[in-house]
Structures are given as C-alpha cells and as structure tokens.
C-alpha cells in the first residue's frame, strides 16, 4: 500500500470548516483512499473514501487531487465532537482480508 | 454496519498473568483483526484471524505470547500471555465487511484498555 504523509497537528474553530491534507504522491491506479477518526479512548470510525471522484456523505467531502497524488478531508461544519486523530489510509479495496495498516494521523483540536 | 463488542473494557493485571479478550459480532464476518495501540500511539496489527485457519501473525508478535481463536464467525478471543508492563495498551478488535457499498471496509470494536503493573 502507498504510503501517507498527514500534518502531525491542526486546530479549527467551533462552526469552521476543517480541511485535513493527505499527500500520497506514490498511489497506484487501483488503491483507494480511505478515511477514519479516533476519538479519544474509542475505537478508530471510518469516515469515507473514494478512488478519483470527489466524495461526500453525510460526516465529510472527500477531494483528490486529478493527480491524485493528494487528497483533502472537509468537515465543513466543525464541532467539539471532531476533535480527534484522523487517519488517511491508501490501500487496494478489493484485497480482501487485508487489514488497514495506519500511520500516525493528524490530530484535529476544534475549540469554541 | 456489524456492531462490535469487546470484553472486558478494562483491565488492570499483576505481571507474570494472562488475560483472554473477547470479541463478538452481531454479524458473521470473514476476516477479523486484532490490533494493539501503546500509549500516545498509532494503531498496530497484531493478526489476522479467518474462521477455521490458523491466524496470521505480522512481524514482531507470536502465537505464543498472543494466541487467538477464532471459534465461528461471529467470535475470537485474543490473550496477552506472562503480561510484563510493557503490555500496557489498548487493544481493539476489528472486523471486515463485504456488502454492498461498504464492501472490505473496517469496523472496529471500543477497545479493551489493559493496564499491567
């Protein structure tokens, strides 16, 4: 899997938009991008992922890059309740059974 | 998506013991997962476990001091063998779902938080 490189920290207002950054320039044709956040103490959530079309559901937007060597997770509505670590993961989608290997993340803080 | 619970929450161990974590799933599942994450740290795998194989260990971590059963496909149990300090983690079990729109992504269970003294 293509390797991730992810800010280590960010901070965002209460009501802003969070844009979170991934780079992963070395991504091949047929991995995806996916995204997942832990909550402090919790079990890591997956957020969304998407191969080369932008994204969105009902937590975040995900944008790639035409290249799609970067990628940027938008909250666009931050809360208190987003703060958190998130992980930007490459990996093949159909290589079942084959577990996520995360990085360190970027920890996102929202204050009021 | 499966719903994922884990047992006990929390732990606190004498070293030189063992404990047995439990994962149950509200779904059969093919592929479980089970990962440890040591203080301030990121997410490490420990093994994969398929239903009626052996599970697959990554490098660093063996059957003897991690052994994991995988019974059906709704339950595993991992146990942290001679626990020492440096066991001290939160350990998490995750499964892989293959359906629809969610097909082979991950959900995880809330972590058992193991404290060895």
């Known amino acids: 899997d293509a390797k991730t490189t992810q800010p280590t920290s960010m901070d965002c207002a209460e009501g802003r938009a969070a844009n979170l950054p991934c780079n992963h320039s070395t991504i091949s044709g047929n991995e995806y991008v996916y995204w997942y956040r832990q909550i402090h103490s919790q079990g890591p959530q997956y957020i969304i992922h998407g191969l080369k079309n932008n994204e969105t559901n009902e937590m975040a937007s995900l944008i790639i890059t035409e290249d799609r060597k970067s990628s940027t997770l938008i909250l666009p509505h931050a809360t208190l309740r987003d703060t958190a670590v998130y992980y930007c993961?490459?990996?093949?989608?159909?290589?079942?059974?084959?577990?996520?290997?995360f990085g360190k993340g970027t920890t996102l803080s929202v204050s009021s | 998506s499966a719903v994922i619970s884990q047992k006990p929450s929390r732990d606190i161990c004498q070293r030189g013991t063992s404990l047995t974590i439990q994962c149950q799933v509200d779904s059969q599942v093919t592929m479980m997962f089970w990962y440890r994450q040591q203080p301030g740290q990121s997410l490490t795998l420990i093994a994969t476990a398929n239903q009626g194989s052996e599970a697959t260990y990554e490098s660093g971590f063996v059957i003897d001091k991690f052994p994991i059963s995988r019974p059906n496909l709704t339950f595993s149990t991992l146990t942290v063998s001679n626990m020492s300090p440096e066991d001290s983690s939160i350990y998490l079990c995750s499964v892989e779902e293959g359906s629809g729109r969610t097909y082979n992504e991950q959900f995880f269970g809330p972590g058992t938080r193991l404290t060895v003294l």
């Open positions: 993961i490459v990996r093949v989608r159909k290589q079942a059974g084959t577990a996520l290997i």
